[in-house]
């Protein structure tokens, strides 16, 4: 942790100027702030707040453009190891403790739980935004319970809540792990709407079915193999592409292994990873997403921004987005031939049909899930809590 996101004193000098007070904002991973949290970054320098961005591996120079200040925070994402996440607890109080922030803003589970925590005995104001719930909560078992007590604690004293779904802010709420009160609805991390436009497909006689996102199991990646599986013996034409990094740390994660063995039996092709995927979407017949469970998945709104169908399984999060038969087609989670019998269908789906589908899709997005809604949202609520509102 740099000291010049430690000491208040050498802090840049349009923070010394800033008259709001310092806001933190933290993820479990760099990337996840960069690609989705920097209009609310830039909102916020705008409106007059300091700005401090704490994750791993977090480039400095990059927030120092968008006038933010930076702090490195060591975050085992997938770990359960107590003395880390205790570790980690420690850091964030610290933090908070020399740089007295007025607000946390928590974005994925550990910057959540253990920022919120920090925050609680730093008395600073939280507002952790529930993007997903993970592993831990698809699962029930112990260690889901587990974690809903560790939320509950976490969040017991949070102003606001933020959720990016109604399934989840019920699930919070009937579990009593927030109240009711406390809980408020974003559309999403939103989208940049100029950024994601819709581009013709260049070659739109060639299908092809891209997957968007981490290789997990709880992704559904497992079932997109197997449906491809299932489909390529009577259309060898299709393709089925996966464009997402691999996460073997991940209790569900897909290892090298399997993907080469997916790679080598002609099953799927792995486009890798990249910081642009518009290319892939624009090159694409539709995006697939046949997750377990969704906050608001970021690759179905970024497909329907760029007016692409929608194919994803009928759960929280991705209902959301997808209006069945209307921008897209939604199956059964976990359902490898019921994904299959959504793919085929817009694969052998009329031209007009698609291009009707993607439309809407687009339409959808314009209508309810822009970026700007979102970082209003934020400003709003900080607005308010500054005013001295809670709820």
């Known amino acids: 942790m740099g000291e010049a996101a430690m000491d208040r004193g050498n802090l840049p000098q349009w923070h010394r100027d800033a008259d709001r007070g310092l806001v933190v904002i933290s993820a479990n991973t760099f990337w996840n702030i960069k690609n989705f949290r920097s209009a609310l970054i830039d909102a916020l320098v705008d409106e007059g707040w300091n700005v401090l961005v704490a994750a791993p591996d977090v480039d400095g120079a990059w927030a120092e453009r968008r006038c933010a200040d930076s702090a490195e925070i060591r975050i085992d994402r997938s770990g359960l190891n107590p003395l880390r996440d205790l570790a980690l607890a420690a850091s964030y109080f610290w933090l908070m403790k020399r740089c007295r922030p007025k607000f946390f803003l928590g974005f994925t589970a550990k910057p959540n739980i253990y920022g919120a925590i920090a925050a609680r005995f730093s008395q600073v104001a939280c507002l952790p935004?529930?993007?997903?719930?993970?592993?831990?909560?698809?699962?029930?078992?112990?260690?889901?319970?587990?974690?809903?007590?560790?939320?509950?604690?976490?969040?017991?004293?949070?102003?606001?809540?933020?959720?990016?779904?109604?399934?989840?802010?019920?699930?919070?709420?009937?579990?009593?792990?927030?109240?009711?009160?406390?809980?408020?609805?974003?559309?999403?991390?939103?989208?940049?709407?100029?950024?994601?436009?819709?581009?013709?497909?260049?070659?739109?006689?060639?299908?092809?079915?891209?997957?968007?996102?981490?290789?997990?199991?709880?992704?559904?990646?497992?079932?997109?193999?197997?449906?491809?599986?299932?489909?390529?013996?009577?259309?060898r034409a299709w393709k089925f592409q996966l464009l997402g990094p691999i996460d073997e740390a991940n209790r569900s994660g897909v290892d090298q292994a399997e993907l080469d063995r997916w790679v080598q039996d002609g099953t799927v092709e792995y486009l890798g990873q990249t910081d642009d995927v518009r290319p892939y979407i624009g090159a694409s017949t539709a995006v697939v997403l046949p997750s377990y469970r969704e906050g608001l998945p970021r690759s179905l709104l970024e497909a329907a921004a760029m007016a692409r169908p929608l194919i994803a399984t009928d759960v929280p999060g991705n209902r959301r987005i997808v209006e069945h038969g209307v921008n897209g087609l939604l199956c059964e989670a976990r359902n490898a031939e019921s994904l299959a019998q959504s793919m085929l269908a817009v694969g052998l789906m009329e031209a007009g049909k698609k291009e009707a589908m993607g439309k809407a899709g687009r339409e959808i997005v314009e209508r309810s899930f822009g970026e700007q809604q979102v970082v209003r949202a934020y400003l709003d609520a900080l607005a308010q809590l500054q005013d001295g509102g809670r709820s």
């Open 129 to 235: 935004n529930v993007s997903g719930l993970g592993t831990a909560f698809i699962s029930p078992g112990p260690l889901s319970a587990l974690v809903a007590r560790l939320y509950r604690v976490a969040f017991a004293r949070c102003p606001i809540v933020f959720f990016q779904n109604g399934d989840d802010r019920d699930l919070f709420v009937g579990r009593r792990i927030v109240q009711a009160g406390q809980a408020r609805l974003l559309p999403g991390s939103g989208v940049d709407l100029d950024r994601f436009s819709p581009v013709s497909n260049e070659d739109p006689g060639e299908i092809r079915f891209l997957f968007v996102g981490r290789l997990l199991g709880d992704k559904g990646v497992r079932e997109f193999a197997e449906a491809a599986r299932l489909l390529r013996p009577d259309h």
